[in-house]
């Protein structure tokens, strides 16, 4: 079994990704909030609450894992972020990360990020640490809707091995429809005040569900906090709501019955769900490792 440290591991789209093709030996976030749901999940899996910044050679070591998988802060290589790029703090545990790499090299390694990592400086030190190291670099631009997910979330992988990374066969794309996603009773809280929909509606991403086309735009973390550039919405009952945190993991490819603490108010679920990563294209994207495969 392929031992797998998760790094930033979030809600774990890693964990859900590899399901039994891999065993995480150690899942790492600074967020205990996002540990709480990790834990819950996957409770097999031992957590740490630590900033990668701070992580030593030897720590890492400790796990002798036999990959990395990284999903690092996005924030330096956004337009919101300021795309500070290595001269933003939140790079800095990436930073530690890219100095450790030569002197502990996994067999594999593989990271998500923004498209505008794709150009970034981080991106070229790490590439300089792979060379050193040896690694076969294997990078690729994918959105879940190219596999018939309707759900837009175009995001930068990187897959790194010392062993061959062979071609693989294009994806069998799903087809699923926006309502294969939804609730039918969603709970309570989305409705969207009809005097904010006369407001601000003309800026808000509002999709049909009857409309068999329909795709949502990418829900980011801002979601239930920032009305705009935050996600999609649906006309719902004569009004607008918003999307529940279960139906925007389920786009992102988590099952049903993914579970949240119960006292975890919406917003922070909101927030933690638009952190997180498509499942669906995680698991096109680790097909390349010829252990991931079918
Ligand atoms: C883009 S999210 C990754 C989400 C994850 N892939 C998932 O499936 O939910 C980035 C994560 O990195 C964590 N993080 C950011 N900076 C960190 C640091 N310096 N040390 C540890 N974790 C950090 C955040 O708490 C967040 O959970």
Known sequence: MLRVLELYCGIG????????????????????????????????????????????????????????????????????????????????????????LPEAPPLHLGMENVEGYATSRARELLLK??????????????????????????????????????????????????????ESDPGPGLQIPRDVVDRFGKGMNTIDVTDPDAYTTCFTSS???????????????????????DEIIRLLGFPRGFKWPPTMTLRKRWHLAGNSISVFALREVLRIIPHFRN
Not at 130 to 156: A, D, K, M, N, W
Not at 225 to 232: D, F, N, T
């Open 223 to 245: 979601y239930g906090k920032a009305l705009m550039r935050s996600g999609s919405y649906l006309y719902w009952r004569e009004g607008v709501r918003y999307f529940s945190p």
């Open 13 to 100: 789209g890693f964990a859900q990704a590899s399901g039994t093709r891999a065993r995480v030996v150690a899942a790492i976030d600074q967020s205990e909030l996002a540990l709480s749901v990790y834990r819950l999940n996957y409770p097999e899996t031992p957590v740490i609450c630590r900033n990668i910044e701070t992580i030593s050679t030897k720590f890492l070591r400790s796990f002798t894992p036999d990959m990395w998988w990284l999903s690092p802060p996005c924030q330096p290589y956004t337009v919101r972020g300021k795309r500070r790029d290595i001269d933003d703090p939140r790079a800095a545990s990436l930073l530690n990360l890219i100095r450790i």
């Open 129 to 182: 640490a792979l060379s050193i190291s040896g690694f076969r670099v294997h990078e690729r631009l994918i959105c879940p809707t190219e596999l018939g997910i309707p759900s837009r979330r175009p995001r930068y992988y990187l897959i790194a091995s010392q062993g061959d990374l062979p071609d693989v066969e294009p994806p069998r794309p799903f087809s699923y429809p926006l309502k294969h996603f939804l």
